[in-house]
């Protein structure tokens, strides 16, 4: 199957990329190295006035050869491989489809539900102790403390000892709480 090779767009023909998510520099004459940016994503260094920039080799994909409605933000990845930048495995799509694509995320939401280890540590009781006035903040859930302004996954952090406090609290099970200050 041939490969159809177009000019990226925001780059005056220094840069050309193919329906199979490939990149040619036009300036080196070469095939440019993408890598992953950690979430499983390829990603391309391509520069423009001297200044280098990462992108996302999926979203030039789809922006030099996909037609986008103005609703459409994301482009999705038909089968789920972040890794397959194939112009047939690429689509605009709305926040939303993104979100519900995918027997993955499905599978995900379904087993936090059904998780009663999951269920139990969103209800633990927990106790915030201001360290500078030792003041005692008790809270049904991580969940309540977060609509008071602070953030679960740090006081999930204190409480498993990662990190010593959050905010100029302590935090601690109710369950676990012995008046430490």
């Not at 990226?8 to 040619?24: L, Q, R």
């Not at 519900?100 to 379904?110: E, F, L, S």
């Not at 000892?161 to 008046?179: A, D, L, M, P, R």
Request: charged share 30%; net charge positive; proline share 1%.
């Amino acid at each position: 199957m041939e490969e159809n090779w177009m000019y990226i767009k925001k780059f005056n023909k220094e840069y050309m990329i193919s329906d199979k998510g490939n990149v040619w520099s036009n300036k080196s004459d070469k095939m440019l190295k993408q890598s992953d940016n950690g979430y499983g994503y390829l990603r391309v260094g391509l520069t423009k006035n001297g200044k280098t920039k990462r992108y996302l080799v999926h979203r030039l994909v789809a922006e030099t050869f996909l037609n986008k409605n103005s609703k459409d933000q994301c482009v999705n990845h038909i089968d789920e491989n972040r890794k397959n930048n194939c112009l047939s495995n690429l689509e605009w799509c709305t926040y939303k489809h993104n979100a519900n694509h995918g027997t993955k995320n499905i599978r995900m939401v379904k087993s936090r539900e059904t998780s009663p280890k999951w269920l139990r540590e969103q209800t633990i009781p927990i106790v915030g102790i201001n360290i500078k006035t030792g003041e005692c903040n008790y809270y049904k859930s991580m969940m309540e403390a977060e609509r008071n302004g602070f953030s679960s996954g740090h006081i999930s952090e204190c409480i498993r000892g990662i990190n010593k406090s959050h905010k100029g609290c302590k935090w601690f099970k109710q369950s676990e709480y012995k008046g430490v200050s």
